[in-house]
């Protein structure tokens, strides 16, 4: 891997805009790269012969997964530890390469922490995404893929999300970042003709790469019930705690839209085709359009496992709502994308990755 930091790209670098492996292949700058999703998303890129180039400031992960990503791959990724929200580094950048499209995955995404430190996710989320659109419209570059979420949706909207439900509302400052980015982007694209953007709506993505070389990694305690789960699997964590059970659900615990990492990495790729024939801005669920509760997942990770987890229930966690999935009709229609592996397929793939790598990133 080549591993630079901003300032010194611009000799290695120099002829690299022009060198494209495959044919119709592009260059395609990947924010946060080295993150959860980001890595997975730089697989599918690398094996449709796309070139990687990573802008990643290793807040929330390492470079150990971009290692990992070249050796699934057999190919390179070029990384460049920088942040979004330094306008120097990418001017930098976007003066070394010629970018075909940008997919934005660099942000903060912990709810509660957001809801301790608003002004950081604000600068964060949004004011990077800015400086990245600013950076775009200086160098001409015209396609953008956005790490949306389902929490644009609100606490009120009828289940299943469709797109076309009004938006806004979030209870915490994480999801009002998310929502304030795709309401630039929409008046971005309105500004601009030739701009296309897709702003992908993640429901509950969990699982990780089958190769057991890359999955989710979170530092300290997991905030997410896949990664407690895992965790309390290989025995880092006692029991699981269920925040409540007294939903109006089945069997009382919340339910969400569960999809596997590498179909959601998949859908980056297929919304990178559709930008390169659309103009404007479109927002797209990517998820399953099936729920499943709390226990379902419990009892979905034993079964492929055959490890036992304890869990208790405790008291509800705030701002949890009871349940929702997406309509994911508009993905399959215009991306021709659906999500394909089963919860089965998460739990068996999250297990090996755990179970391989018991600390994360941090056993290598
Ligand atoms: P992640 O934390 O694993 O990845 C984000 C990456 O961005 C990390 O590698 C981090 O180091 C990097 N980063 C953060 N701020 C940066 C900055 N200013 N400059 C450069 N790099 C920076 O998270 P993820 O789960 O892979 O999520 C990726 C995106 O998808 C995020 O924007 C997140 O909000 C969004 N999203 C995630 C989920 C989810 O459940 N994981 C759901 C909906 C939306
Ligand atoms: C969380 C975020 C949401 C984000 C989404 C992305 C919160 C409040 N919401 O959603 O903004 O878009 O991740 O995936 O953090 N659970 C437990 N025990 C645990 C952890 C979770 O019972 O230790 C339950 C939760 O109550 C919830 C379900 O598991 O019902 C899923 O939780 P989580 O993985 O945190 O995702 P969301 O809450 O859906």
């Given at each position: 891997?080549?591993?630079?930091?901003?300032?010194?790209?611009?000799?290695?670098?120099y002829?690299?805009p022009?060198?494209r492996p495959?044919?119709?292949?592009?260059?395609?700058l990947?924010?946060?790269?080295?993150?959860?999703?980001?890595?997975?998303?730089?697989?599918?890129?690398?094996?449709?012969?796309h070139?990687?180039?990573?802008?990643?400031?290793?807040?929330?992960?390492?470079?150990?997964?971009?290692?990992?990503v070249e050796?699934?791959?057999?190919?390179k990724?070029?990384?460049?530890?920088?942040?979004?929200?330094?306008?120097?580094c990418?001017t930098?950048l976007?003066?070394?390469?010629?970018?075909?499209?940008?997919?934005?995955?660099?942000?903060?995404?912990?709810?509660?922490?957001s809801?301790?430190?608003?002004?950081?996710y604000?600068?964060?989320n949004?004011?990077g995404?800015?400086?990245?659109?600013?950076?775009?419209?200086?160098?001409d570059?015209?396609?953008?893929v956005f790490?949306?979420?389902?929490?644009?949706?609100?606490?009120k909207?009828?289940?299943?999300?469709?797109?076309?439900?009004?938006?806004?509302?979030?209870l915490?400052?994480?999801?009002?970042?998310?929502?304030?980015?795709e309401?630039?982007?929409?008046?971005?694209?309105k500004?601009?003709?030739?701009?296309?953007v897709?702003?992908?709506?993640y429901?509950?993505?969990?699982?990780a790469?089958?190769?057991?070389?890359?999955?989710?990694d979170?530092l300290?305690v997991?905030?997410?019930?896949?990664?407690?789960?895992?965790?309390?699997?290989?025995g880092k964590?006692e029991?699981?705690?269920?925040?409540?059970?007294?939903?109006?659900?089945?069997?009382?615990t919340?339910?969400?839209?569960?999809?596997?990492?590498?179909?959601?990495?998949?859908?980056?790729?297929k919304?990178?085709?559709?930008?390169?024939?659309?103009?404007?801005?479109?927002?797209f669920n990517?998820?399953?359009?099936?729920?499943?509760?709390?226990?379902?997942?419990?009892?979905?990770?034993e079964?492929a496992?055959?490890?036992?987890?304890p869990?208790?229930?405790?008291?509800?966690r705030?701002g949890d709502?009871?349940?929702?999935?997406a309509?994911?009709t508009?993905?399959?229609?215009?991306?021709?994308?659906?999500?394909?592996?089963?919860?089965?397929?998460?739990?068996?793939?999250?297990?090996?990755?755990?179970?391989?790598?018991?600390?994360g990133?941090a056993?290598?």
């Amino acid at each position: 891997m080549s591993t630079f930091h901003y300032a010194s790209i611009r000799l290695v670098f120099y002829f690299e805009p022009y060198f494209r492996p495959f044919v119709n292949s592009m260059v395609i700058l990947v924010t946060g790269g080295a993150g959860y999703i980001g890595s997975h998303t730089a697989v599918e890129l690398l094996s449709q012969g796309h070139k990687v180039v990573v802008l990643d400031d290793l807040s929330n992960a390492c470079e150990e997964s971009l290692s990992r990503v070249e050796r699934i791959c057999n190919r390179k990724v070029h990384f460049v530890h920088g942040n979004v929200c330094d306008p120097n580094c990418l001017t930098s950048l976007f003066s070394r390469f010629k970018f075909d499209a940008v997919i934005h995955f660099a942000g903060c995404k912990a709810v509660g922490e957001s809801v301790r430190k608003p002004l950081d996710y604000y600068h964060n989320n949004v004011t990077g995404s800015l400086f990245l659109l600013e950076a775009m419209k200086k160098f001409d570059v015209k396609k953008f893929v956005f790490s949306s979420s389902a929490t644009i949706y609100g606490q009120k909207a009828p289940v299943p999300y469709v797109e076309t439900l009004k938006t806004g509302g979030a209870l915490n400052p994480y999801g009002s970042s998310k929502w304030m980015v795709e309401q630039i982007l929409i008046d971005a694209a309105k500004a601009d003709s030739e701009l296309s953007v897709a702003m992908l709506r993640y429901f509950n993505p969990i699982g990780a790469h089958p190769s057991g070389l890359i999955g989710e990694d979170p530092l300290g305690v997991p905030n997410n019930l896949l990664p407690f789960i895992a965790q309390v699997a290989v025995g880092k964590r006692e029991v699981l705690s269920v925040f409540g059970d007294d939903y109006e659900t089945p069997d009382g615990t919340c339910i969400r839209d569960y999809l596997h990492v590498v179909d959601l990495a998949e859908g980056h790729v297929k919304a990178l085709n559709w930008l390169m024939g659309h103009k404007g801005a479109e927002a797209f669920n990517l998820g399953t359009g099936t729920g499943f509760s709390v226990l379902d997942v419990v009892k979905a990770f034993e079964a492929a496992s055959g490890v036992v987890i304890p869990y208790q229930v405790v008291s509800r966690r705030s701002g949890d709502l009871a349940v929702f999935w997406a309509d994911a009709t508009k993905a399959k229609a215009v991306l021709g994308w659906e999500a394909k592996r089963t919860l089965n397929d998460m739990m068996i793939d999250t297990w090996r990755w755990q179970s391989l790598n018991p600390n994360g990133y941090a056993d290598t």
